[in-house]
């Protein structure tokens, strides 16, 4: 497919990318949580979110919510990187170890399997040094319509 502004054939790449543009300007919720892309491929994404004061929950440690929104973020940016629409059919995670008030955390999403218009996606989530926060599962359904006109 030929991008009719550049005139150029459009990448996978470009076709992630320009997906991430178009769901981010409208993505208020992971925006107001202080995420952040910081990669997208076809099939994947990286994004992060600093553990603000707000996100701490009674133990004084990152609310699990905050950290299922994250992953459920990763996860949408990775499974509507083709430019086609794509919504959560089913998630679960798994939380293994406390996020820290003030820790940068990532969110790794990949694609596990793309079959017809069902997905399968893991998401690490992890700490500063590395550790891992929880692990996330998302499976995706890929309803009518486009990002952006090809």
Same mark, same amino acid.
């Given at each position: $497919? =030929? &991008?009719?502004? =550049? /005139? ?8 992630? #990318? ?8 409208? /993505?208020?919720?992971?925006? &107001?949580? %202080? $995420?952040?892309?910081?990669? *997208? ?6 994004? !992060?979110?600093? *553990?603000? /004061?707000?996100? +701490? ?7 699990? %919510? @905050? ?14 990187? @083709? ?8 998630? =679960?995670? #798994? ?8 820790? +940068? +955390?990532?969110?790794?999403? *990949? ?9 399968? @996606?893991?998401? !690490? ?9 929880? +692990? ?15």
């Amino acid at each position: $497919m =030929t &991008d009719p502004i =550049t /005139d150029r054939e459009i990448t996978a790449e470009d076709r992630a #990318t320009r997906s991430a543009q178009a769901m981010w300007s409208t /993505d208020q919720a992971s925006q &107001d949580l %202080g $995420m952040e892309i910081t990669a *997208v491929s076809p099939g994947g994404a990286v994004l !992060t979110m600093r *553990v603000r /004061d707000e996100m +701490l929950n009674g133990h004084g440690i990152c609310h699990g %919510g @905050y950290i299922f929104t994250l992953a459920d973020s990763a996860f949408a940016f990775a499974c509507n990187s @083709y430019n086609q629409l794509v919504v959560a059919q089913e998630n =679960t995670i #798994t939380y293994l170890a406390p996020g820290q008030p003030g820790e +940068l +955390l990532t969110a790794t999403a *990949v694609e596990q399997s793309k079959t017809g218009r069902s997905g399968v @996606y893991d998401v !690490t989530v992890t700490g500063e040094d590395g550790r891992k926060v929880a +692990l996330f599962r998302g499976l995706s359904r890929q309803i009518k319509g486009q990002h952006f006109e090809e």
